[in-house]
């Protein structure tokens, strides 16, 4: 299926006149000839964009139509089209957003212009966006709720409480419209079909989600989901991150919320008059539900908010977000506020691209794999090998270290179970052959298609000497600090980051860390060193024995100060449903901020 129909012998169907069996038939069907699938992808990619500049350059006057068989097309693209980074894209990108009609990636025209996040790298990026990503999009939404439906029924007609939002859209100067992925979504048609066609509706209106001022539109979220309290089915949000920071708002602003569902108003604080308007006209009084809600909140907070969903929203299934890499460390404060829900991961995709669904929604969230949806992009995989080298070092004898050697990219059809890639996707919207730096494992295969477990972002390295820990590392680490620190001051680690600092010699880790909670600085030390011995990164331990790397440092910052990132991206066009705390960064502006609001510092005594 490309966005307007399905394939597999039973004619053409769209998506919106798709029920839940017949979206889970096709993806059935797909998924059991994922090799042929992928085979017609290619074709049609290069097909739809035949003649255009960028792939010209590599494959000159080649006619793609004249060539029948797909596995000589295959060989012959890879053979041609070297990998790619979004370097190689850039000026072309530029040229669109300058006003450039002229086919350079793509024969259909791009009108709209994605911007990543920019917490990968420091700065956003363009993405082209077309109705293919936005057909995508609702395609894998439908296919993932009706897989989740399986487990967790809804009732037909329930309402969803949705943490979602928009960011502005802007024009470029030659009229081209910029915003987040997610922004482009919420304003297309297909998530009009969504609201339309599903059997749950999200509780809050278009203005809430496209309000623009995310502290606003948490509010509103809050309100209206709790004046459907008892309809509400599920609460979701795209990342983890944001339930809980919009939970967290809740547990500030109970008792105004209470007062507007009692007296029908609206709190000062919502000053953007369309979103006063809608909200507005979905309230009346309700002073029984009011006074029911602020019972419930007495007590909760009296047991620290535990529980906090089942007990507001009673009919809740479960809760489903993005809860993999960057999200892991949310869990556990995701749990104390889901009281025994299930909490359900959801699925896997990119800026760039949707790639995996969740087909097995019971699994924990820590367990969740992806099952690749062959059809929406083409999918290439480059094997990665742990190689032993050699270091020699003044102070040690010959020492074995592991890094990484990459092979050549090789099919979908041909991944092995066990076996770690990385990524490359060539996209009906004009990316060929990109490398888009996820490392992924592959855990089996749902048919034939591979079912993958996102590993790591691979840029995301800590790295001073032959040391190389990745943001799945440093999470390990901090997970085992944060256990110290909880059991022995009850305090929580609210968020962490990490830098690896080489301005002075010997260059080391930094982990910068944001405490909720009264800390002796006696546990602080505790922590630091805990966390040092953590590493396990063969690299690491050799050079901070021969002292080639120094101690970890400890830095404990602000309360707040993680918020002021936050504002910095969203301030640049990121949208809140699109943030993600960088978990190693070397970011001037984050560690500005984060150096500026440090309240003391710690070293490990690990290596003394």
Known sequence: MEGEGREGGRGLMKIDELCEEDVIDWFEQVSSEAGVAQSRTLRKILQQNYGVEYLKQWLGDVNIHEIPDDFTLQSLFTSLVPLSSHADFEPFLQRIADGDPSPCLTQQPINTLSLSSGTTEGRQKYVPFTSHSAQTTLL??????????????????????????????????????????????????????K????????????????????????????LLGLLYSEEVEFVTSTFAYTIVQALNQLEESWEEICYDITHSTLSSRIAIPKIRKAVLKLMSPKP???????????????????????????????????????????????????????????????????????????????????????????FEFIPLFKQQQHYYSSTSSDTAIHDFLEGQPIPLSQVKVGQQYELVLTTFT????????DVVEVAGF?????????????KLVLNVNIDKNTEKDVQLV???????????SGAELVEFTSHAEVSDQPGHYVIYWEVKGDVNDSVLEDCCSAM????????????????????LELRIVERGSFNKILEHYIGNGAALSQFKTPRCTTNPYLLNILNLSTLKSFFSTAYA
């Open 140 to 193: 894998i939404f439908r296919l993932a709720a009706a897989y989740r439906s399986r487990v967790y029924p809804t009732r037909e007609g329930g309402k969803i409480l949705e943490f979602i939002y928009s960011s502005k859209q802007r024009k470029t100067k030659g009229g081209i419209t910029t915003g987040t992925a997610t922004t482009h979504y919420y304003a297309s048609e297909e998530f009009k079909i």
């Open 195 to 222: 609201q339309v066609k599903t059997k749950s509706f999200t509780c809050s209106p278009q203005e809430v989600i496209s309000g623009c001022d995310y502290k606003q539109s948490t509010y509103c979220h809050l």
């Open 288 to 378: 029984g539900l009011g006074r029911k809600i602020r019972r419930v909140c007495e007590e909760l907070k009296e047991e620290d908010w535990l529980g906090l969903i089942p007990k507001l929203w009673p009919n809740c299934k479960y809760v489903y977000s993005i809860m993999t890499g960057s999200m892991q460390p949310y869990l556990k404060k995701l749990r104390h506020y889901g009281g025994g829900l299930p909490l359900v991961s959801g699925d896997y995709g990119s800026t760039e691209s949707w790639i995996g669904v969740n087909v097995d929604p019971c699994l924990p969230a820590e367990n969740v794999t992806f099952a690749v949806i062959p059809t929406f992009s083409y």
């Open 430 to 437: 004009g990316l060929y052959r990109y490398r888009l730096g």
């Open 446 to 458: 749902h048919n034939n298609t591979p079912k993958l477990n996102f590993i790591c972002r691979r």
């Open 478 to 488: 901090v997970e085992r600090g944060s256990q110290i620190l909880s059991d022995q």
């Open 532 to 551: 040092d011995a953590a590493f396990i990164d063969y690299g690491y331990v050799v050079s901070r024995k021969a002292n080639s790397i120094g101690p």
